[in-house]
């Protein structure tokens, strides 16, 4: 795991670290100088450090002096000279300057082979105005320092002109910026530069392939005891959700899997599932009668709830989710069928997988880290807000960054549901099995994507070589 830490918290670090902030500032330069070098800044290559008044420019200092000892061309353009005369970033803007740095004040833009985004830091709030504004748009790939200006570092906002990085050196940890809002599409390739901070009270945790355990088969398991999963769902031209669903935990290595769906739907749902997924089918087109659900249901470990389940289902959803004693995955139709009421309700495990449509119908508010900290807190579920990133939320704070555009395919989310739930039928706890899931259905899906298009059919049986 990586922490993920906020502006303030790695203002706390800078203040709590054992060394000055002039040392510290000293490392951060010297490994900004080194990221500029792997970007190709070399002997007599034109690079301009853009240089704001605080420590973020007392970084592009220092990493000026150090290219220019190499015998890169580098000058600095300042926007504002760091104040106070015995400041770190005043000295480190002295010691460039007694280097033979050139030091000019920032005006309009300038030609160059690569451009250091020093301006401003994690702790920047607002818009970016002229001059520094009328840079963003240069034409030379831009190395940044923490974050690239006019990103905010709380949760990856803009609020008018932002640089766009091609990389982005940041000191201790990752912040949340970095991952969340725009930041993927503006920090580049992030590196973390170890400058001798102490250990963060991170924010969030980003989720490594070690954070995403799946369980072993003992030599003496049979089909019950290596996870049962009941996948109810279902409806009149949307019979293939509950399929996929069924489909995606059996290749997720449950072992059993049954699909409660209507009786006018058994048929295509079967033909979809495939033979390996028994289906009881419930009389009539869609699914009301609670007890034809959990009839012969007691040796399930979990319900899968929700897929092609129809938009009319609330009184269903509300009766199942106080009747089910076991670990229940709630998705799609049930979601929007759902109260946060009903949620609250409800004493055993739950899993909530929404998009940020279902997200905003279910809590009045759009999705992000507070939001969802907010509806895990007050309900008791766990909550997996899908998105690019998805934030798995519960005691602990989860962000998952696999995956990607190739997931914006019709019922990969159905897949998803699939996999929490066989997880936790094999015996992870709810939050560990969403996170792994999460995790491991993103690299599924990044895996597809370099031989072609991804479809969910294809999707459902690539988790068996992530679930094994």
């Not at 480190?92 to 007694?98: D, E, G, I, M």
């Not at 451009?115 to 030379?140: K, M, N, Q, T, Y």
């Not at 930041?183 to 991170?202: K, T």
């Not at 049954?258 to 495939?274: D, H, I, L, Q, Y």
């Amino acid at each position: 795991m990586r922490p993920v830490i906020t502006p303030a918290e790695s203002e706390r670090l800078d203040a709590a670290a054992d060394d000055p902030v002039e040392v510290l500032m000293e490392r951060a330069g010297f490994g900004l100088a080194l990221a500029a070098v792997r970007m190709g800044a070399a002997y007599g290559t034109r690079v301009l450090a853009l240089a704001g008044p605080g420590n973020n420019g007392g970084d592009a200092f220092v990493a000026a002096r150090h290219l220019h000892r190499r015998g890169v061309a580098v000058e600095v353009r300042c926007l504002g000279f760091p104040k106070g005369e015995w400041s770190p970033a005043r000295i480190a803007a002295s010691a460039a300057a007694r280097a033979g740095v050139p030091i000019r004040p920032l005006r309009e833009p300038e030609p160059c082979d690569l451009l250091i985004d020093g301006l401003f830091g994690a702790g920047f709030r607002g818009s970016l105005s002229e001059p520094a504004a009328l840079w963003v748009d240069h034409p030379a790939p831009v190395l940044a320092v923490d974050l690239p200006s006019g990103l905010q570092g709380l949760d990856g906002s803009t609020e008018g002109p932002v640089f766009t990085a091609a990389r982005t050196v940041t000191f201790g940890a990752l912040k949340v910026g970095h991952l969340l809002g725009s930041g993927p599409d503006l920090c580049g390739l992030v590196e973390i530069v170890d400058i001798g901070l102490p250990e963060p009270r991170p924010e969030l945790l980003l989720c490594e392939d070690d954070d995403a355990p799946v369980p072993v088969r003992g030599r003496t398991d049979h089909k019950w005891s290596s996870g049962a999963v009941l996948v109810v769902g279902g409806s009149p031209g949307i019979s293939g959700a509950v399929a996929l669903t069924a489909r995606s935990a059996l290749t997720s290595g449950a072992g059993y899997v049954r699909a409660v769906v209507p009786w006018s739907v058994a048929a295509a749902v079967g033909s979809a599932a495939g033979p390996s997924i028994t289906i009881s089918a419930v009389p009539g087109d869609v699914l009301a009668n609670a007890d034809a659900i959990l009839a012969d249901s007691d040796r399930f470990d979990v319900m899968a709830l929700g897929p092609g389940l129809g938009l009319q289902s609330g009184a269903l959803v509300d009766e199942l989710l106080q009747r089910w004693d076991r670990p229940l995955v709630l998705d799609a139709d049930a979601i929007a069928s759902a109260t946060v009421e009903m949620l609250t309700r409800r004493t055993a495990p739950t899993v909530i997988t929404p998009h940020g449509g279902e997200f905003s119908r279910l809590t009045g508010s759009a999705a992000g880290l507070e939001t969802a900290g907010a509806l895990a807190a007050g309900t008791g579920a766990v909550v997996v807000a899908k998105g690019s990133p998805t934030l798995v939320i519960g005691e602990e704070r989860w962000v998952v960054a696999t995956g990607g555009p190739e997931l914006a395919t019709l019922g990969t989310g159905d897949v998803l549901t699939g996999v929490v739930a066989a997880y936790i039928a094999r015996g992870l706890d709810p939050e560990t099995a969403a996170r792994s899931a999460a995790h491991r259905h993103g690299l599924a899906g990044m895996a597809l994507a370099v031989d072609g298009t991804v479809t969910s059919e294809h999707l459902a049986d690539e988790m068996g070589r992530w679930s094994s």
